[in-house]
């Protein structure tokens, strides 16, 4: 699943013939400007939108996921409202806390995430497809892959449909796939292999912000050459 970072990245991924497509926050983020993280909720759900109507507009329409990080801050009910609104079909949040000024993001207690993921569960009512991303690898977890289980399980119990342990490497994902008994959705980076991933037991495989990176990097490229030598 490809994660467009807007409307016309989203529309060439379906042309392309992929069946779904996930947004990453990361890409969407750059698109406007913003820090990864630093997006106003208004400003997200607006380019969730823009993304989802381009892709509507085809002759085959794809479904779109959106990742929407922790939320905003925002109540489950007015997530899962904003959500529809913008057409989206599920959603990615991520078990990370925010950043304090000057300090580093951090996990959330996975008995408080699993409470605040079976409130969204509910609120969504079937309507919502809602992958419970995990950062034990992320965040550096003492035991990476025994967090990552033991959250998951909780996750799972609490309605989420599908799971996503973010960094996990291929060798874990099978692990994952065979003691959570739900997808398991990997995060392919530069060095993996979608293949690879596939063959560990990966039943869904998103790029993060890696897409949108190297298209910015092409219009970097490509801006360095327009400009005029001195």
């Known amino acids: 699943m490809p994660g467009p970072w807007d409307g016309g990245s989203a529309k060439e991924f379906a042309l392309a013939g992929f069946e779904a497509l996930a947004t990453p926050s990361h890409g969407v983020a750059a698109s406007l400007g913003y820090e990864d993280g630093a997006t106003p909720p208004d400003e997200m759900f607006a380019a969730v939108a823009r993304i989802v109507r381009a892709v509507d507009t085809l002759e085959h329409p794809v479904p779109v996921t959106a990742d929407i990080e922790r939320g905003y801050g925002l109540p489950v009910d007015e997530l899962v409202g904003r959500l529809l609104e913008a ?107 979608v293949r690879g991933l596939a063959e560990a037991g990966a039943t869904r495989i998103t790029f993060g912000g890696t897409l949108a990176a190297r298209a910015f990097t092409t219009v970097r490229d490509l801006a360095t050459s327009l400009r005029p030598v001195n």
């Open 87 to 193: 057409g989206a079909v599920g959603c990615n949040l991520e078990d990370s806390a925010p950043a304090e000024p000057g300090g580093a993001a951090r996990l959330v207690e996975p008995e408080r995430q699993a409470d605040w993921l079976a409130s969204f569960h509910a609120a969504a009512d079937g309507r919502i497809f809602l992958n419970a991303r995990i950062d034990s690898y992320l965040r550096g977890a003492d035991d990476p892959l025994s967090d990552a289980l033991e959250r998951g399980r909780l996750y799972v119990a609490a309605g989420a449909e599908s799971v996503y342990p973010f960094g996990a490497p291929a060798r874990d994902i099978g692990v994952l796939a065979a003691e959570l008994g739900v997808p398991v959705n990997a995060f392919c980076g530069p060095a993996d292999s």
